[in-house]
């Protein structure tokens, strides 16, 4: 029934079997990072007074917007690490790291018995959230200008589907014993869910993460490769040495200039030093490798190749430990130091705080107490 309408749909963005294949992937793992957030929304001040026994009423708010804050703060000094880390490792292998990482974090925060272990776990997970970056770049390496647009609408419909879901799941499932008023004959069972009340959301988001790890093993191939393959190309195709030789004097007289603007400039220009850098450390790393293979085909070899074949070994870590964090400055400083770059990062800094703000003080807001002004105080007045 709904299959046609589907291939017609695929038909005309230009969507084959292979990219069906990594919208689905990346469909399935992202809400590993906006189930995480949405979770928390229906049981946070109950679950903050859980933790906080004697607090004052007033104060509930206060301590519950730390918990929510924590997972982002975590995310801030997370995110560069991960995408500097996709691009040097891979966009698969980074996917399946960083949402098992969240699964361990989703089920420790289960077995949470204070608020500062609460506090420190969701920071913990916000910084391995890198499924948020990692996932995005994956759309925008494996779409063409033609389904560019579908790419990222498939994922921010799998992040409203997963803000819809996660509150509805984790709302029906935090502290059955008290929502449904159940008796429970004296085991692990009762036990289990009185000392720790909040567990079942935190382990519903630890399937969704795993969930999203077997999407990404099944589903999703390696982009990198291709991206690296057409910067390659680009690069050959600029700064050809052929080109030269191809183009008469006659030729580059009649030749037009066409203007191109400050800010495209710009760009080029970092890239391309960004690419110099690149390949004046993998000249370094390949040399390296060179030295490593001539230990391997000497073979039995006297006493001191052992010696130096290790100290070509911690050389070779020590380039590549370097080029990592070359590359990781590079980028930093290409986006605090381009104009477009920056522009965009601050307009969507603005958009995430209206709508993170939206998301998490609503809730607190409607649990809070009459006297302190809640929602409903708001809506007689």
């Known amino acids: 029934m709904f299959m046609k309408p589907l291939k017609s749909l695929f038909a005309k963005y230009g969507i084959d079997r292979e990219l069906a294949k990594i919208y689905i992937a990346c469909f399935i793992v992202f809400p590993a990072n906006s189930y995480s957030v949405a979770m928390l929304y229906p049981f946070l001040s109950a679950m903050t007074k859980f933790f ?34 996709a691009d040097h490792f891979g966009r698969k292998p980074i996917l399946i790291a960083s949402a098992t990482l969240m699964a361990i974090c989703s089920f420790m925060l289960a077995f949470s018995v204070s608020y ?10 916000g910084f391995c959230s890198g499924v948020f970056v990692v996932s995005r770049a994956v759309i925008s390496e494996s779409s063409s200008n ?23 799941l984790s709302g029906l ?6 929502q449904y008023n159940l008796t429970l004959p004296d085991g692990t069972l009762k036990s289990f869910l009185t000392n720790f009340p909040y567990s079942p959301p935190f382990l519903l988001n630890t399937l969704v993460c795993i969930a999203g790890v077997l999407a990404v093993i099944f589903l999703l191939p390696e982009t990198l490769d291709k991206v690296k393959k057409r910067r390659l190309n680009n690069l050959s195709e600029t700064v050809s040495p052929d080109v030269h030789e191809v183009i008469e004097p006659e030729s580059k007289a009649s030749h037009t200039t066409i203007p191109v603007p400050d800010v495209l400039f710009t760009d080029c220009q ?18 390296c490798n060179r030295e490593l293979e001539m230990e391997d ?3 039995s070899a006297p006493t001191n190749s052992s010696t130096k074949t290790y100290t070509v070994k911690c050389l070779h870590a020590l380039i590549n430990a370097h ?3 070359r590359r990781w400055f590079a980028d930093v400083k290409f986006i605090l130091f381009n104009k477009v770059t920056l522009l965009v990062f ?9 709508d993170t703000g939206f998301d998490a003080i609503y809730s607190l807001w409607c649990a809070s107490p009459l006297y302190l002004g809640n929602i409903f105080l708001m809506l007689v007045m």
Not at 69 to 80: D, E, L, N, P
Not at 346 to 354: R, S, Y
Request: net charge negative; with cysteine; glycine share 8%.
């Open 146 to 168: 033609v389904n560019h647009t579908f790419g990222f609408s498939v994922l921010t419909c799998s992040w409203l589907v997963s803000a819809v879901i996660a509150p509805l």
């Open 323 to 325: 080029t990592s964090a």
């Open 270 to 287: 970092g890239h391309i030093s960004h690419v110099s850098s690149e390949d004046i450390d993998s000249s370094e790393s390949k040399q």
């Open 173 to 178: 499932s935090a502290d059955p014993i008290s």
């Open 346 to 354: 601050l307009t969507h800094c603005l958009f995430a705080v209206v």
């Open 297 to 299: 085909l000497a073979g």
């Open 52 to 85: 906080l026994p004697g607090i004052d009423t007033a104060l509930v708010n206060r301590y519950a917007g730390v918990i929510v804050g924590a997972f982002f703060t975590g995310r801030i000094f997370g995110s560069f690490l991960w995408g500097s880390l």
């Open 116 to 125: 500062v272990m609460t506090v420190v776990f969701r920071v913990v997970l």
